[in-house]
């Protein structure tokens, strides 16, 4: 039975809802406190943004190449967009196979943490049947090796996003496709955080023998970061009433359909964090200097969480609240800066004349590469919380982002 959470109770706990700053709290809905070392939002300038590149189609995901420069995908449009500062976009590649429509397209991108030896670069799309992973070398970007295929498509609960761990392993989180039994049939790939090597095999660790599968039990999971210790978080779309993060074990249960957000049931790990989706909505997340970054779509602004080595949560911040629209995906630049992509123009969002854009915000000092990351990347951790009675979904309405 799906957990819900009466409005009268979160207004008890005292949890607020201001625009600008929120009390964070954990799954079981106490304020968090405690000492953590984290980078300050103070030490990252929001008031003076770079916008280095506008007027995109819904860039989805992004990774730097080692020269610093960003490659972005276009969910809808499919292609491959090399950025540069200063300089105008430059498409790099038409990704073959990719069917939009919905919450379909184009969406994660990895480049190789070897990339200098081996040049390769990683896309996660929806074709016409399926969720595929492939790669390809940006010397020849036609061709394509399948890496992974198989995972059902739907128009919501696709997932996307991939990235490399500390294990040089490639992570990817596949959504439950709209049917949420598939989340916990472990013969499904659906619903599931799921671990390959690069070329695509099975690694021996996985928990279930001869499985891609990692962890189960995902509604929704558009965000995986590790923190500097090496810990897998996940940021995930709830229903109703709470959206997710998650410290990822292998072979961990998440409870998807059977519970939504905390939950006491042995069978299942909590939530670290959770938050109502009208103030989330989370896609893309990163970590930097032990604060959690995670981008909001629905919530139209960027969650800074400070997380101390033990994984202690502080109390969260909420930044550029409304500023810029929907907020897609933050990644940590090989200078130590914050790239943001907004989300307006895809069927949620409402677009400025500008839109989309990726934003750069510059930090105090350049900051090291996050665990098991060469030469830049991402890097997560735990969440917070707010409140709100309006039904929501992954990010707008209905049961989708």
Not at 291 to 313: D, E, K, M, Q, Y
Not at 316 to 345: F, I, K, M, Q
């Amino acid at each position: 039975m799906r957990l819900r959470v009466i409005a009268t109770v979160l207004l008890a706990l005292g949890l607020g809802t201001t625009a600008s700053a929120e009390a964070g709290a954990t799954a079981s809905g106490r304020p968090v406190g405690g000492a953590v070392l984290a980078l300050g939002a103070g030490d990252v300038d929001f008031a003076r943004p770079e916008v280095v590149a506008s007027g995109l189609d819904i860039p989805w995901g992004l990774d730097f190449l080692p020269d610093g420069s960003a490659l972005v995908a276009q969910r809808d449009q499919g292609t491959v967009l090399r950025i540069r500062p200063g300089r105008p976009p430059v498409q790099v590649a038409q990704i073959p196979g990719v069917i939009a429509g919905g919450e379909g397209g184009l969406l994660g991108l990895a480049v190789s943490p070897r990339y200098r030896l081996d040049r390769w670069v990683y896309v996660c799309f929806t074709t016409a049947s399926d969720i595929r992973i492939t790669r390809f070398r940006l010397s020849a970007p036609q061709t394509q090796q399948v890496i992974l295929s198989g995972p059902a498509r739907a128009s919501i609960h696709n997932g996307g996003r991939i990235a490399f761990g500390p294990d040089g392993l490639l992570y990817a989180g596949i959504g439950d496709a709209g049917v949420p039994a598939n989340a916990q049939n472990l013969a499904s790939r659906n619903g599931k955080i799921l671990r390959i090597r690069p070329n695509g095999s099975i690694p021996a660790g996985n928990p279930f023998a001869g499985s891609p599968v990692f962890s189960y039990g995902h509604r929704n999971v558009q965000g995986l970061t590790w923190d500097a210790q090496g810990r897998l978080f996940a940021t995930e779309f709830g229903q109703n009433t709470w959206d997710e993060v998650n410290r990822i074990v292998a072979g961990g249960n998440y409870g998807w359909p059977i519970v939504e957000g905390p939950s006491s049931d042995p069978r299942f790990r909590a939530p670290v964090v959770v938050w109502p989706p009208a103030q989330a909505s989370p896609s893309g997340a990163t970590f930097a200097g032990g604060t959690l970054f995670v981008a909001a779509l629905r919530g139209a602004r960027l969650w800074a969480v400070p997380v101390s080595p033990a994984g202690t949560v502080g109390t969260p911040s909420a930044e550029l609240v409304g500023a810029y629209g929907r907020l897609r995906t933050v990644e940590l630049a090989p200078d130590g800066s914050l790239w943001v992509t907004t989300s307006n123009r895809d069927s949620n969002g409402t677009p400025a004349p500008v839109d989309d854009r990726i934003l750069r915000f510059a930090t105090g000092e350049r900051q090291p590469p996050p665990a098991g990351r060469a030469g830049s990347r991402h890097f997560t951790v735990p969440i917070l919380t707010t409140t709100s009675s309006l039904p929501v979904c992954d990010q707008n309405t209905g049961s989708s982002e």
